[in-house]
């Protein structure tokens, strides 16, 4: 029973080139989230989607960030074009999304470093 | 604006020292609260949650509970490995189910 899981685990990019963070869900989810833990700082929101829709993209920065979350495959977060202040730890996080509430079941994250 | 408050920032605890862990919200209307451990380099673990004033859940040696301002993070008899940071998060009734979190508490249970 696998739980979120994320690839790479460690990613390391110079500045401009592109990152790109992957997120199988859990078995049985259909609802995604991406959420971005910058140093010293606490999880901040960035997208919430469901396959092949962009829900809510609220957090994402207007610029470089993309996401998708396709019929089949997992969801991408894609970053182009990266700064140093791109270094984080991002997590990806799923629900059931039935009707009620759901909590989120996070991923052990992607932690990228931008030289 | 919605926000998420945790207090205090970092605790230090000996073994068997009972303490409470608070994090308090103002929101435009609450969906649901949740309680996440996070160990370093880790991605958070889920823990409780609880949707409406004067709820309660327990687990092990952690309790949580809810009031219509804030909610707190019981640990009774604390050891050593439930060192880690505790956070808080909540879903609004404005908007999408995302959540808006708190900083966390930093927990360190010392033998």
């Known amino acids: 029973n696998a739980g979120v899981m994320q690839n790479p685990r460690h990613l390391v990019r110079r500045r401009g080139q592109e990152a790109r963070l992957r997120c199988s869900p859990m078995k049985g989810h259909s609802h995604v989230y991406w959420y971005r833990q910058l140093p010293e700082e606490g999880l901040k929101f960035m997208v919430y989607l469901q396959k092949e829709n962009i829900i809510d993209e609220s957090g994402m920065p207007k610029e470089r960030f993309s996401a998708e979350f396709p019929k089949e495959g997992p969801s991408i977060l894609r970053i182009q074009q990266v700064v140093r202040g791109d270094s984080a730890a991002y997590f990806c996080?799923?629900?059931?999304?039935?009707?009620?509430?759901?909590?989120?079941?996070f991923g052990p994250g992607t932690r990228l470093t931008v030289l | 604006e919605d926000q998420v408050t945790q207090s205090p920032e970092a605790l230090r605890l000996q073994e068997g020292e009972s303490s409470s862990l608070n994090c308090s919200y103002t929101v435009s209307g609450l969906r649901g609260l949740f309680w996440y451990r996070q160990d370093p380099g880790k991605g958070p673990e889920f823990l409780f949650t609880l949707y409406s004033a004067g709820e309660e859940k327990e687990k092990e040696r952690l309790k949580a509970t809810l009031t219509k301002k804030e909610s707190f993070l019981h640990i009774t008899a604390p050891k050593p490995e439930d060192s880690a940071t505790y956070l808080c998060a909540v879903v609004t009734t404005s908007g999408t189910y995302k959540y808006i979190f708190g900083t966390g508490t930093r927990l360190k249970v010392l033998a």
């Open positions: 996080a799923s629900s059931p999304g039935r009707v009620t509430y759901n909590e989120q079941f």
